[in-house]
Structure formats: structure tokens, C-alpha cells
């Protein structure tokens, strides 16, 4: 297995914007699945936003319409552009390699059907 590694985690205030940076090895994101999830302490691991081929993506209710999922094949490195931000967006935001050969799957972000984590990077949000 090879992991994916995150970046991009900071603390910002309320309104603030931050982009995560997750560097993809061992499949081509182009023809795969990717997912960002986040996890609050105390909470479940959550799916945030996915990314099927080149530019199918989906975004959950918490997060849609502030952040934006994207890719730069050339570096096989997936972004997470978060804007607006709100305290209750602060968790450890992890990326994962979904199942490429469904895209119902990839775009339900359920955690089950996701594998290869990666360590995660903190995202805090104060008021």
C-alpha cells in the first residue's frame, strides 16, 4: 500500500480560507477516486468532497458551495480549496484512494469504500 500525504493544515479565524494539498502515489488520479473526509474529535470520520476521473466530483451538504475539489494531474496531487470557514469546520482532514471502478461509489464518500489513508493535516478554525 502507499499513502497519500496531506499539507495545508493551519488555524485560521471565521471566514478565513486555507487550500489542503493531498500527493497521490501508486494510481493515476485521472482514471481514479479520490476523497477528502475530516474528522472532529469526539466525531466520526465524515466525507467532505470526491473526485472521480478527470472531473466528476461531488461535495457533501456541510461543506458544498465553500469548497472546491481539484486535481493537477501532472503533479498526481489532489486540492481542497476551503473558503468561509466556520469552527465547526475544524477536524483532522484526511485524504483516501476510493474505488475507481464505480463512480456511485466513489461519489457516495461513504469511509468504508475508501482504503490507503493518509495521515491527515489539522485544520482549526476559531470564532
Known amino acids: 500500500q502507499v499513502h497519500p500525504v496531506e499539507s495545508g493544515g493551519d488555524s485560521v479565524q471565521t471566514g478565513g480560507s486555507l487550500r489542503l494539498a493531498c500527493v497521490v502515489s501508486?494510481?493515476?488520479?485521472?482514471?481514479?477516486?479520490t476523497g477528502w473526509f475530516r474528522q472532529a474529535p469526539g466525531k466520526e470520520r465524515e466525507g467532505g468532497a470526491a473526485?472521480?476521473?478527470?472531473?466528476?466530483?461531488r461535495y457533501t451538504a456541510p461543506v458544498k458551495g465553500r469548497f472546491t475539489i481539484s486535481q493537477d494531474i501532472a503533479e498526481n496531487t489532489v486540492y481542497l480549496q476551503m473558503s468561509s470557514l466556520k469552527p465547526e469546520d475544524t477536524a483532522m482532514y484526511y485524504c483516501?484512494?476510493?474505488?475507481?471502478?464505480?463512480?456511485?461509489?466513489?461519489?457516495?464518500?461513504?469511509?468504508?469504500?475508501?482504503?490507503?489513508w493518509g495521515q491527515g493535516t489539522r485544520v482549526t478554525v476559531s470564532s
Open positions: 501508486g494510481y493515476s488520479i485521472v482514471s481514479g477516486c
Open positions: 473526485i472521480f476521473g478527470a472531473d466528476i466530483t
Open positions: 483516501a484512494r476510493g474505488p475507481a471502478w464505480s463512480r456511485s461509489y466513489c461519489l457516495n464518500l461513504q469511509t468504508a469504500q475508501f482504503g490507503d
